[in-house]
């Protein structure tokens, strides 16, 4: 029966009943929903999206497309979800979010959500608010029951380089890092930054480098840190990927397309150096660009990061708990 025909009390009840199926998440940890890397969809690996568990509470870290399918997977109703932390605003790493705000709304979940992000965020939020707007109008279809004025269920909070904030009883610290080189001081550096986060959780500490390249920012960031959630690119694959699609790309092109995304993201050399660097307990990779290669090429990726850093080393896959 489809929603529409059930009411919104009876859908209220059904949200308030026990979901044998979907446990509570366990204490504290870090579940990579989604590991795939880039705006090119993949059949084998979920868009970007993390969820921080915190004393049974969820928190998102990134919100790519199909982050409330892979909640589902993952044994997390949508309503435990109580804030969301985005690092850039790439649509791989937001576009889940829509779908998080509207069936909050569809499901009158009343507590407002908390959306933390970088300069911009406000108005992405805004965006999909609006396109809220007219099935919160009909709601279920009842005259004079609309539901809940979706700009009610929403705040934001914007984050700059350097802030630092208590999150339930927990800290989160954001690092720009070198996702954009725009010049310091300009317009466009003000208006427009890619974010890595530490969550402090008093027995652990993880740190996510979202989207980056080579950061002294984000190596100040994970020091010392018990776990480092980091990006990687393969260079060779994406390159190769590159070269099916645009066979005629001009020699100069190409190049520039390689500087780009050897500067704004991390090869597998990078990353053993930025977790050597910064003295982190363990390794888990995540953010796959390029896809899932065959396993001879993955062995490489351990293989190069492990040149560099002796530590436990983990390449993540769609759900996986940390």
Request: with cysteine; glycine share 10%.
């Amino acid at each position: 029966m489809a929603w529409g025909a059930i009411g919104p009390v009876l859908a209220a009840c059904l949200l308030a009943a026990p979901v044998h199926a979907q446990p509570a998440p366990a204490a504290d940890g870090f579940i990579t929903l989604g590991t795939m890397g880039g705006p090119v969809p993949s059949p084998d690996r979920s868009q970007p999206a993390n969820a921080l568990v915190h004393q049974g509470k969820v928190y998102l870290v990134d919100a790519g497309d199909g982050t409330v399918q892979q909640l589902a997977r993952a044994g997390i109703l949508l309503p435990r979800v109580r804030a969301v932390f985005l690092s850039h605003l790439h649509a791989d790493h937001t576009g889940g979010l829509s779908a998080v705000l509207a069936l909050r709304n569809q499901t009158n979940q009343r507590d407002p959500i908390i959306v933390y992000g970088p300069p911009g965020t406000r108005e992405l939020v805004a965006g999909m608010v609006a396109s809220m707007q007219p099935a919160a109008r009909v709601g279920y279809g009842i005259p004079g029951q609309p539901w809940a004025p979706p700009a009610d269920t929403v705040r934001v909070i914007e984050l700059t380089d350097g802030e630092r904030l208590t999150v339930d009883g927990f800290t989160v610290t954001a690092a720009q890092n070198s996702h954009y080189d725009f010049a310091a001081g300009s317009i466009e550096d003000r208006n427009y930054k890619s974010l890595s986060f530490r969550f402090d959780l008093g027995a652990r500490s993880i740190v996510y480098t979202g989207d980056t390249g080579p950061s002294a920012a984000v190596e100040k960031l994970a020091k010392g840190a018990d776990l480092l959630v980091s990006e990687m690119i393969d260079m060779g694959g994406t390159m190769a990927n590159v070269a099916r699609n645009s066979p005629d790309m001009p020699p100069q092109a190409k190049q520039q397309l390689e500087q780009h995304l050897a500067t704004h993201h991390l090869t597998p050399d990078a990353v053993g150096q930025l977790a050597l660097r910064a003295g982190v307990k363990a390794l888990v990779i995540t953010h796959f660009a390029a896809g899932t290669p065959d396993p001879e090429r993955t062995k490489g990726y351990i293989g190069e990061i492990r040149a560099r850093y002796p530590g436990p080393v983990t390449l993540a896959n769609d759900l996986d708990r940390f």
